[in-house]
């Protein structure tokens, strides 16, 4: 069993930084494919980056470029730059322990373990 706890959250300005973290325990931390999503009231949960044990990253379009996941030891991080108020939501940290089919965003169904969620409000 792996738990996710984020940190991290907060209300910033656009154009404004926040860096999200989220800590793992309880599972092989090198093994899981780890996620970031977000879900905006009225919204169904979005992906947002992923990263595999080995460090290789991907991106929802409408971040690439502005945000940034990284993993060391047992965290996973989401560096937020060039903030806007459509990044409002809440934010989600995901963990997945069975096999990959391959590189890419999963949807929310394929993860195994899910944080419980920080706040990220953008003002205009």
């Known amino acids: 069993q792996v738990q996710l706890v984020e940190s991290g959250g907060g209300l910033v300005q656009a154009g404004g930084s926040l860096r999200l973290s989220c800590a793992a325990s309880?599972?092989?931390?090198?093994?899981?494919?780890m996620g970031w999503f977000r879900q905006a009231p009225g919204k169904e949960r979005e992906p947002v980056a992923a990263?595999?044990?080995?460090?290789v990253t991907v991106y929802a379009d409408s971040v690439k470029g502005r945000f940034t996941i990284s993993r060391d030891n047992a965290k996973v991080y989401l560096q937020m730059n060039s903030l806007k108020p459509e990044d409002t939501a809440v934010y989600y940290c995901?963990?997945?322990?069975?096999?990959?089919?391959?590189?890419?965003?999963?949807?929310?169904?394929?993860?195994?373990?899910w944080g419980q969620g920080t706040q990220v409000t953008v003002s205009s």
């Open positions: 995901a963990a997945r322990q069975r096999s990959l089919r391959g590189l890419g965003l999963y949807n929310p169904a394929e993860y195994d373990y």
């Open positions: 990263i595999t044990g080995i460090g």
């Open positions: 309880g599972g092989t931390f090198r093994t899981l494919f």
